[in-house]
């Protein structure tokens, strides 16, 4: 009687495939950009078939949402905190894993994908059904929690966020173009940048 497929087995086969694709199609885009790089490109680098790319990814479109949704996921923790994390400490968090992503790596891969991704209207559209507005929605639960613990209107928080994933992609671009007053002082940001949306958040509840 033959054996059945362990599944488990076949998730964990499945996903490692999907991330080695995802390697090697942020490998190619860095060095092709997006319109150059092909799919066979990306297999070959992948060291797998056409075909099997095809079987996780649509096409390059597909494969930048794939590449960009990993920005959005938060890391794994061994468990929950028994309490939600403070207003300071969870904006410190967001800051320093925001700046956490912009390895040179990374920092390539942007510059090779986000023109596509600003210029392509059925792009944008995926990226913001597909990417943005999930991330917003996963964060809803968490934005009630801290508003009715720091008094702060759940729309302001919200907002707020939203403006620091904005200047978080201003700086993308400047550190892309080499604006050397912004290289000097990229060490210091994560904390200028937390200690001023913290600034406007509590002039919120004073006002």
């Known amino acids: 009687m033959p054996r059945k497929p362990n599944s488990t087995l076949q998730q964990q086969i499945s996903s490692l495939k999907r991330t080695a694709i995802l390697e090697a199609a942020q490998a190619v885009f860095t060095d092709k950009g997006f319109h150059r790089a092909t799919i066979k490109d990306i297999a070959t680098k992948a060291g797998v078939a056409d075909g099997t790319v095809y079987n996780y990814f649509a096409d390059k479109n597909a494969l930048i949402l794939g590449l960009m949704s990993k920005f959005t ?4 923790t061994p468990a929950a905190p028994a309490t939600p994390p403070d207003l300071e400490t969870l904006i410190a968090n967001s800051t320093q ?3 956490a992503m912009l390895t040179p790596n990374n ?3 942007f510059q ?14 995926q990226y913001l059904e597909q990417i ?14 801290l508003s009715e613990s720091s008094g702060i209107d759940p729309a302001q928080l919200k907002l707020h966020f939203q403006l620091e994933a904005a200047l978080f992609m201003g700086l993308v671009v400047l550190r892309i173009i080499g604006d050397p007053d912004l ?6 940001l994560p904390t200028a940048i937390t200690e001023l949306m913290l600034a406007s958040l509590k002039a919120q509840v004073t006002s």
Do not use: K, M, Y
């Open 73 to 76: 996921e938060s890391p794994p």
């Open 97 to 99: 894993s925001h700046f």
């Open 107 to 109: 920092l390539s891969l």
């Open 112 to 125: 090779a994908v986000l023109p596509e991704v600003l210029s392509n209207a059925s792009l944008r559209a």
């Open 132 to 145: 943005v507005l999930p991330a917003t929605a996963a964060a809803t639960g968490l934005i009630q929690t």
């Open 183 to 188: 290289e000097r002082a990229w060490p210091t």
